[in-house]
């Protein structure tokens, strides 16, 4: 479990990174927290840096659109999802459960 | 309409290919591209692909369940040699002839050679997948300088990219400030900066003499570029990036207009109101009169356009591109939205270009036309949203 931030810290329609090996990217869609992978599926871009709108978040450099709830892309130019991972807060701050992980945690 | 041909298997074919299905087109499709390839994507050529952190499968648009889907016919590998216009074919370079309801002109463009340095091993452009392939064994078989013609998008990407390689890179340009043109001489002058940052030598506002070489025949290899001043830069490898040109040689005699590209109406739809144009190679009706845009994003955009005016037979649809396109150089990010001209008035709204982070606006008449953005992608993409909101570009 990784620790990412406060819940304070993180404004509604804001995002953070957390870095790593792989990094991920969290989410505060009107008081719901998302996590999922930081880098877009198509091409190198940090998505914690792309556009929110509703359960979705633009990549800031092709645009493609990823359903934080499910990692899906919603069309071109990503095709493949990116991992989505679990969250869990605990004392006021949001834990990352990355999704490789779960079964060891 | 029972048969359409896409003359072009790159990315704005593709995606008429993938509109035609879209927008409810169930007869036949024909695509005809000139490379062996499968449609790939243009923009790591010069980038990761150049670098060696990525492979060719990874560049492919559309896998195979997606082609499959799209139920198209592909020539691969041939070239549209013309087009008749009273039979709407279209004649390939095996002989062949596909006879069409409706023609996507798709052709793009290719490298504008260096002239003189016809048959010079050592000599590279970056346009096509092959080319690129080419110019990566020529880097990864020497180790002496590489001097990089052109300090336009593709010239300053190569020169980051064999920078990083560990080559010793100088780029020579004949203008006094590289991307003058689009971004005007200021933020030129900001972003070629990104070059002495990272010890890459820029040589501007002196032109090219000649290429010097060694050897005869098919061995000849070259040795060096000798500058306009007198200057002479050896070279392992040179590199041209001097801009593209339209492929239309093909159209000659078909009554389709060409002029620097296929002209088009707003709806990318030419003279013929079965033939249309898409991405590089059209040359559509601007506010401003005749443009062509040649980045990634309006081969995109533009033939959901381009296939709804040729479905309906006539323009309903006008095309407005958002001008948006994007650099990655040394690490740092560039994007362009909106359409700045060199003699837009700039300010800084955010950040600072010392920094190398900022953002910056272009106002023509006091009104936003323009965007853009280093390394800060976030507030870019807010600001790209308002400049589509305001003008009706």
Known sequence: MIPA???ADLSEGEAIRIPGEV????????????????????????????????????????????DLRTGMPTGAPAKKPVRTHRVVIK???IHVVPQNQEAVV | MRTVAVVGASLAGLRAVEELRAQGFDGRVAVVGEEPHRPYDRPPLSKAYLAGTCSPESLRLADDADT???????????????????????????????TADGIIIATGGR???????????????????????????????????????????????????????????????AGLTPLARVLGPTMGRICAALHSDHG?????????????????????????????????????????????????????????AVDNGVLC????????????????????????????????????????????????????????????????????????AGHPGDADEVAVVDGSPDDRVFVAEYRRQGLPVGVLAMNNPKLFGRLRRQLRAAVAI
Not at chain 2, 293 to 321: C, D, F, K, M
Request: charged letters at 15%.
């Open chain 1, 23 to 66: 990094p991920i990217a969290v989410f505060n869609v009107g008081g719901e927290i998302y996590a999922i992978d930081d880098t877009c599926s198509h091409q190198d871009a940090s998505l914690s840096e792309g556009w929110l709108e509703g359960c979705f978040v633009e990549c800031p450099l092709h645009a493609a659109s990823f």
């Open chain 2, 265 to 336: 109406d707003a709806g990318c739809v030419t003279a013929f109101p079965s033939v249309v144009a898409v991405g590089d190679v059209a040359r559509y009706q601007g506010p401003d009169g005749p443009v062509r845009h040649e980045h990634w994003t309006n081969a995109s955009e533009q033939p959901a356009v381009a296939v709804r005016n040729l479905l309906a037979g006539t323009t309903i649809q006008e095309y407005r591109p958002s001008g948006y396109f994007w650099s990655q150089q040394y690490g740092t990010r560039l994007q362009v």
């Open chain 2, 111 to 173: 490298a504008r050679p260096l002239l003189g340095a016809e048959g010079l091993s050592g000599v590279h452009t970056v346009r096509t997948l092959d080319d690129a392939a080419a110019l990566r064994a020529d880097l990864e078989n020497s180790t002496g300088g590489v001097v990089v013609i052109g300090a336009g998008w593709i010239g300053a990407e190569v020169a980051s990219t064999c920078h990083t390689l560990g080559r010793q890179v100088t780029i020579v340009e």
């Open chain 2, 200 to 256: 890459v030598a820029l040589r501007t506002g002196v032109g090219v003499q000649s290429l010097t070489s060694t050897g005869f025949g098919p061995w000849k290899r070259v040795t060096g570029v000798d500058l306009a001043d007198g200057t002479h830069l050896p070279a392992d490898v040179v590199v041209v990036g001097i801009g593209m040109l339209p492929n239309t040689e093909w159209l000659a005699g078909s009554g389709v």
């Open chain 2, 68 to 98: 499959d889907e799209l139920a198209a016919e592909w020539h691969l590998g041939v070239r549209a040699d013309s087009l008749d216009p009273a039979t709407r074919s279209v004649r390939l370079s095996n002989g062949e002839e596909i």
């Open chain 1, 5 to 7: 931030c406060a819940v």
């Open chain 1, 91 to 93: 004392d006021g701050v």
